[in-house]
């Protein structure tokens, strides 16, 4: 019996301190507006960088109140994140959802609830937001298929060669139109061939396995498409292994900057080229704060943000840029 | 007069709601042989366990040669030389004899604490001189889930031995050894004894406490009734302070035997029967007597469908059985309760009602739910035949003791009211009531013509219950004997020795 | 006055049987956890306790009913003496089939039918993969961690290669899919399934024959086995309401997200395991009750709807779930005697 007191208590004290554990929240002065974002993973370096970026603007602002919840990957876990959130009311709900058919429906009951939504970077079902703030995927997917062509031809002479595309999450929309741009691109040339297209969901060491498989499968490979940066260094990675880096030229997307990031991948030759993905954090931010302080404001439905190509001949001055930004 | 090297006083404790010790004393002298003996739930068990660290007190004093001490688990128990042999065994099955021994023991530890790592050879020499003292010629090397129960409490009893203990309890020790592996261990006693190591001899079996006690020290309903000499003692008066009245004996009145054959063996082979034949009469009770090993658990086997008839048949009531399992077994009206009741018995977490009716839901159901009421009604009208009292029959059946499960378990075969019930040393660690309560089950059942098979190491037993007594010998029948036409010492030369003949008395 | 009744309160304690005891401990640990959601829960602008809302207490139900239906069935297996860790598996592969079913399915007789049929497949595929495990467990004795290990690799391999590695999207149109998930996804379908099994299993563990049987096998298999009880018949048994009840909970998960997931349920078998353990269930088998293992979900459901509100961190929130489970274990063994 006296254990059960005494762990009781332990037990009790642990959960009354709960408030001083509970982190990501920014603090100021005046009237806080408490805005919650719902994140799909923070795992993912692009996400992270999200994270950050948006936490900075939003102290800076000074007036916001920022939580963010880490549904690591998981579509049920974001779900209930969400819904919580909309039992607190938030004055402003971001969402970036981890599977488009997963998320719909849970947004559209925030929206019912008159809780005003940024759909961030990944588009859902229906239009269950205020606005949505993204990229366009398939301009870069095209870009990257006229990159690609533009490059065999100056190797070959003709519009001929091997390419190996390595997808992102299949469900995830980014991934879907990445491979749509380029393929409609590149469909017009039938003398380019994707020979292997393996699925490495966004994580570079499994790009690096598919990668290695392939390898030993084909003897000759002109290029590598890879839907985001980390996949591709992976792949370069699995061509450094078996000595064949220089057979073959590596195309990623994502284009973050800072030391880890794909810009400085491309100034250090690793990769040929690279998309600069924008976070769309800093349009989000924008639109959010109009929203929050300017009850009259309406949000367009939809922004894009453009995407910019980075190849060696910019990447040194954008790497400067960036990371000077960010 | 010398102080005593053991004293325990004002001892409380209880269990689940039950009150197992109540203000109980004990005190032991260095070199004494002191017996504990008590009916079903007087409490000798529980306060052999607090001796033992195994368990511990609620309230009272434990003083260890005169000076205060706290044992708060076997280890400490160890460390200060008390070491307990436990009716259930704590063996592990899968490890050999000799690492039995040296698991866990500081003075193994102590003699090889040099080596880095543990040779096969080193538990082999730690382990000799004590299976020799108490004579165990299997290999130290082999399993001992390959041992019997009688053999198992050999490795027991020369664990607690390598431990250099002052102090052994043993918690009925002999319940599965045949004579001759109990004389090793009475001379045992004795050569410790010389040795000042004193040991508390927890048993019913009077005839052992009168040969080798000292002092005798007698609980009922979880206190201490009284400590005496034995010497100044007699059997009927330890009985009277056990159970608080007088209590006659009364041996079994020889009846005429129908001519009507419940069970038929004739030339069972199996892996470990040769060529068994043999009838059981209807309303007989038939003892099946022998030496570890012997065959006659595997009567029961066969019977009940674990083990394959290789050759032979089995009939009952005139028609061959072929007997693939438990169940089929069952259905045949075949019973049994077998020999360990924790192992291979009882649902230690289930409720007492539960283990009594699990194998006959289907009288007490319908459409696959069970009808509580009407299986508890039945439950405690059997319990009430059977002289068992629980608090509760919701509590679960460890809250019993050792008698009372072993109830538990005939009421099985009561509750199928089955025509063929096989006992496997239904006695074995019960007191004297309750083993009175069970032989007049026997009787009862053998009276409404039932068949039954007993086996039993005590050699009394089967003389005062059976009607006929079957010995066993290396697989085969040795002798077939008349209960009342024979002796003990008969008995034990036809399981030891090669038969001359077979002499049937029928 | 208050001395008789804390007496006859403490013998009416002691008589109650150990399981009645345990399930009091755990409902007494329950209320202490629900109590501390409330203190400590924000309120809203105008002052109203957000936990205490009625629309966030059926949030929590909603949001523990799929792992909560697979602890149901888990919590037989663990009777038994075994364990099931195919469940989150088999959960992917029922959502797979169940989605793949519908939007496949172009001219059907009538979408009740249709969808009627689709989840009949669904659970005839979860039962099956289940009472496959069952077979090997109970005919060749192998292990159950083992075989239940096994099928959780190869079960997720079936679903990716039945979906082509993709997710099954289903729409929110008018086509029978869509309709599937509106009705499906809802919070008092979803809650009234959780709520019927429960009962259904609670029956059938403490009143019938075969719940019996599965206390004993997992108690003393060999005590079992002499007593006659047809143990082999039981694990299977026992095994294949694992798989129909995964399946079940793969089916409301379709519904819920939106698409058939060969991806889904990843851990969901560990997360049932917690519930079932925390709720007083021992996995060595022959001591738990429903009533134990669906407090247990709700213990998790409170608690981690209270870290959330508070805006915890979530890897925190697992940290604080890995202790929670370590002490409720550590509270029920005080509860055990010597004997």
């Not at chain 1, 994707?194 to 699925?199: E, K, R």
């Not at chain 1, 985001?228 to 973050?256: S, T």
């Not at chain 3, 719940?211 to 086995?225: F, H, P, S, T």
Request: hydrophobic share 45%; proline share 3%; glycine share 8%.
């Amino acid at each position: 019996m006296k254990m059960n007191m005494k762990s009781l208590r332990v037990l009790a004290t642990l959960l009354l301190a709960l408030p001083a554990i509970s982190c990501n929240r920014t603090t100021s002065g005046k009237r806080q507006f408490f805005v919650a974002f719902s994140q799909a993973n923070n795992a993912e370096p692009y996400r992270a960088a999200q994270n950050e970026l948006m936490t900075r603007l939003f102290t800076q602002a000074g007036d916001v109140n920022l939580v963010i919840a880490d549904a690591q990957q998981d579509n049920s876990k974001q779900i209930a994140q969400v819904e919580t959130f909309i039992r607190q009311h938030p004055d402003l709900l971001i969402v970036a959802p981890n599977e488009r058919a997963a998320l719909t429906a849970v947004m559209g009951e925030a929206m019912e609830q008159k809780i005003p939504v940024i759909c961030l970077e990944r588009d859902i079902l229906q239009p269950n937001y205020t606005t949505l703030v993204h990229s366009d995927n398939i301009v870069i997917g095209r870009m990257a298929g006229e990159f690609i062509r533009d490059y065999l031809i100056s190797k070959y002479k003709q519009p001929k060669g091997n390419v190996v595309e390595i997808h992102g999450l299949l469900g995830v929309e980014a991934a879907i139109n990445r491979h749509k741009g380029a393929t409609d691109v590149l469909a017009a040339y039938p003398n380019i061939k994707v020979i292997a297209d393996p699925v490495a969901d966004w994580i570079q060491a499994r790009a690096k396995d598919r990668m290695t498989e392939v390898l030993r499968g084909q003897s000759s490979i002109d290029v590598v498409y890879a839907h985001n940066d980390p996949m591709a260094v992976g792949a370069y990675l699995a061509a450094k292994e078996l000595g064949r880096e220089h057979e073959m030229i590596f195309v990623g997307v994502d284009g973050l900057g800072g030391p880890a990031g794909g810009i400085k991948k491309v100034a250090d030759g690793i990769l040929a080229a690279t998309f600069v993905y924008p976070l769309c954090v800093d349009k989000t931010v924008e639109i959010a704060l109009q929203m929050l302080r300017n009850p009259s404001f309406h949000p367009a439905r939809e922004y894009t943000v453009a995407p910019q190509l980075v190849t060696p001949q910019n990447a040194a001055e954008l790497y400067k840029q960036t990371t000077l930004t960010q | 007069m010398p102080n005593p090297i053991l004293q325990l006083s004002e001892i409380d404790k209880s269990f689940d709601g039950t009150h197992a010790l109540r203000g109980a004393s004990f005190s032991l002298f260095r070199g004494e042989v002191h017996a504990l003996m008590g009916e079903n739930g007087a409490g000798k068990s529980t306060l052999a366990r607090i001796i033992a660290g195994a368990t511990s007190a609620d309230n009272g004093k434990l003083l260890l040669e005169g000076s205060p001490v706290v044992i708060n688990g076997p280890r400490d128990a160890q460390r200060v030389g008390i070491s307990i042999i436990f009716q259930e065994l704590d063996l592990f099955p899968h490890l050999t004899v000799a690492e039995n021994i040296a698991i866990g023991n500081h003075q193994f530890s102590r003699q090889f604490k040099q080596r880095r790592f543990v040779r096969v050879a080193d538990l082999d020499s730690f382990c000799k001189p004590f299976l020799d003292q108490v004579g165990l010629t299997r290999s130290p090397r082999c399993e001992v889930r390959t041992l019997t129960t009688g053999e198992r409490q050999l490795v027991a009893i020369a664990r607690a031995l390598s431990m250099r203990a002052r102090i052994i309890v043993m918690d009925e020790p002999t319940s599965s050894l045949f004579d001759d592996a109990v004389e090793r261990l009475f001379k045992l006693i004795v050569e410790l004894k010389r040795q000042g190591v004193s040991v508390v001899y927890v048993s019913h079996k009077m005839d052992e406490i009168f040969r080798i006690c000292d002092r005798v020290t007698v609980m009922r309903d979880g206190q201490t009734i009284d400590t005496r000499a034995i010497q100044d003692v007699s059997p009927a008066e330890l009985i009277r302070m056990m159970i608080g009245k007088e209590w006659q004996s009364r041996d079994r009145k020889p009846i005429e035997l129908s001519s009507e054959a419940i069970l038929s063996f004739s030339g069972v082979t199996t892996a470990k029967l040769r060529d068994v034949s043999f009838d059981l009469r209807k309303g007989e009770v038939l003892g099946i007597a022998g030496l570890l090993g012997s065959g006659r658990s595997e009567i029961g086997s066969v019977l009940i469908g674990l083990d394959r008839c290789r050759q032979g048949r089995i009939s009952m009531h005139g028609n061959h059985l072929s007997i693939g399992s438990v169940r089929e077994a069952q259905t045949a009206g075949i019973r049994w309760v077998p020999e360990d009741r924790k192992l291979e018995g009882l649902m230690m977490q289930m409720s007492i009602q539960e283990n009594c009716t699990i194998s006959d839901l289907g009288a007490f159901s319908r459409a696959g739910f069970v009808k509580r009421k009407r299986e508890y009604n039945r439950t405690m009208e059997l319990f009430h035949g059977l002289s068992l009292k629980a608090a509760s029959t919701d509590l679960p059946v460890s809250t019993l003791s050792g008698g009372n499960q072993q109830k538990v378990l005939l009421s099985r075969c009561l509750l199928a009211n089955s025509d063929l019930i096989f006992l496997d040393d239904p006695t074995r660690g019960i007191d004297v009531g309750a083993k009175e309560d069970i032989y007049k089950i026997i009787e009862q059942l053998a009276s409404q013509n039932k068949g039954i098979l007993l086996v039993s190491s005590e050699l009394p037993e089967l003389l005062r219950c059976c009607d006929r007594i079957l010995v066993m010998r290396e697989g085969a029948v040795a002798a077939e004997l008349t209960a009342g036409n024979t002796t003990q010492e008969e008995i034990l030369t036809f399981a030891t020795q090669a038969p001359a003949q077979v002499r049937g008395h029928a | 006055m208050s001395i008789p009744v804390i007496r006859s309160f403490i013998s009416f304690w002691k008589r109650m049987n150990g399981q009645k005891q345990d399930a009091v401990k755990s409902l007494g640990a329950l209320a202490v956890i629900f109590i501390l959601a409330v203190l400590v829960s924000p309120t809203t602008a105008t002052g109203s306790n957000i936990f205490l809302q009625l629309g966030n207490l059926t949030d929590v139900l909603r949001q523990g009913s799929i792992v909560g239906i697979i602890s149901l069935a888990m919590t037989f297996v663990i009777l038994t003496g075994g364990i099931d860790l195919s469940v989150g598996s088999i959960l992917a592969l029922s959502t797979t089939v169940v989605a793949l079913v519908l939007t496949r399915w172009q001219h059907g007789p009538s979408y009740p039918l249709e969808i009627a049929t689709a989840i009949f497949i669904a659970l005839l595929v979860s039962t099956t993969s289940g009472a496959l495990s069952g077979a090997i467990i109970a005919v060749f004795d192998v292990q159950p961690f083992v075989v239940t290990l096994a099928g959780m690799i190869g079960i997720r391999g079936l679903a990716k290669w039945l979906s082509n590695n993709a997710n099954v999207d289903v729409g929110f149109g008018q086509d029978v899919a869509s309709t599937f998930a509106a009705i499906f996804r809802g919070k008092t379908i979803t809650i009234a399934c959780y709520a019927i099994l429960a009962a259904v299993f609670y029956i059938l563990l403490s009143r019938t024959i075969f719940g019996r049987y599965v206390r004993a096998v997992g108690d003393n298999e060999r005590a079992a086995l002499y007593a006659g009880l047809p143990i082999r018949r039981v694990k299977l048994w026992v095994y294949s309401l694992s798989g129909l009840l995964a399946g079940f909970a793969g089916v409301l998960y379709a519904a819920e997200n939106h698409q058939g997931n060969p991806n889904a349920g990843v851990g969901y078998e560990l997360d049932a395991i917690a519930a079932v353990v925390i709720g007083g269930t021992r996995l060595s088998g022959g001591k738990g009750t429903i009533a134990g293992t669906i407090i247990g979900t709700l213990m998790i459901g409170v608690l981690t709807n209270m870290l959330r509100l508070n805006n915890v961190d979530s890897n925190v929130e697992m940290m604080i779930k890995g202790g929670i489970i370590l002490l409720a274990v550590a509270l029920q063994k005080q509860g055990r005697q010597a004997r």
